[in-house]
């Protein structure tokens, strides 16, 4: 256990509506991810923050934004929600050793 | 273009016998490689690792190997257990980021 928790476990929401995903961690770790898992397709990375305040993109970040504030927590935001945007959202941290430890998840449902 | 891909979407064995998933990578510039082990309705839970330098790494019942001529990993696991029955995605690390294979379900039957 990494001390990475997510808010909320699940959301149903509907299209064009704006969602904010929290992620939250206790032990002061520098690095934080978003992912998205769907079928077929692994985990792939939306935005990453290596600080307050730095972040960056990953491999799927259109529609997305994120922002940190505090060391321990990084939101993701989904400005305007679509379908394709229904998945399993992880966040996850570095933790010793340069492994990234991941939070329960939430899952996403666009209507 | 897929730059980690596990080419089997599933793989069923017996209790007891040995468990090889595989994983094949094209970029060069990976350094580090994971393997993570996922049950329904969790997050993705980290097993073992090995970094480029060193081409295997052993931790209990799982080994990982890695042939970098072939940019190929595998992880074994001896003796499978109903318990390893689970989707095991490998992931490879480039500049402080992840990139995942699409994974690989595996069954253990008792």
């Known amino acids: 256990d990494a001390g990475i928790t997510q808010s909320p476990r699940h959301k149903v929401t509907e299209t064009g509506t704006p969602v904010t995903l929290r992620c939250h961690q206790t032990?002061?770790?520098?690095?934080m991810y978003w992912y998205r898992q769907d079928p077929g397709h692994g985990l792939r990375l939306i935005h990453y923050?290596?600080?307050?305040?730095?972040?960056d993109k990953g491999e799927v970040s259109d529609g997305y934004s994120v922002s940190r504030s505090k060391t321990e927590d990084f939101l993701l935001t989904l400005e305007s929600a679509t379908s394709s945007q229904t998945s399993v959202y992880f966040c996850?941290?570095?933790?010793?050793?340069?492994?990234?430890?991941f939070g329960p998840g939430t899952r996403l449902t666009v209507l | 273009d897929q730059q980690v891909k596990q080419n089997s979407p599933s793989l069923s064995v017996q209790e007891g016998r040995i468990s090889i998933l595989n994983c094949d990578y094209t970029?060069?510039?990976?350094?580090?490689f994971l393997w993570y082990k996922k049950y329904p309705a969790e997050g993705p839970t980290f097993l073992i690792s090995?970094?480029?330098?060193?081409d295997k790494n052993e931790d209990g019942r799982f080994t990982v190997f890695l042939n970098k001529s072939a940019k190929h990993l595998s992880l074994h696991i001896v003796p499978s257990q109903p318990g390893d029955s689970a989707v095991y995605f490998c992931?490879?690390?480039?500049?402080?980021?992840?990139?995942f294979g699409g994974g690989t379900r595996l069954m253990v039957k008792p």
């Open positions: 996850a941290i570095k933790g010793s050793g340069d492994t990234q430890y």
């Open positions: 032990e002061n770790h520098r690095y």
């Open positions: 923050s290596y600080g307050v305040k730095d972040t």
């Open positions: 970029n060069s510039m990976f350094d580090y």
């Open positions: 090995i970094s480029s330098i060193k």
């Open positions: 992931a490879a690390e480039a500049g402080n980021m992840l990139t």
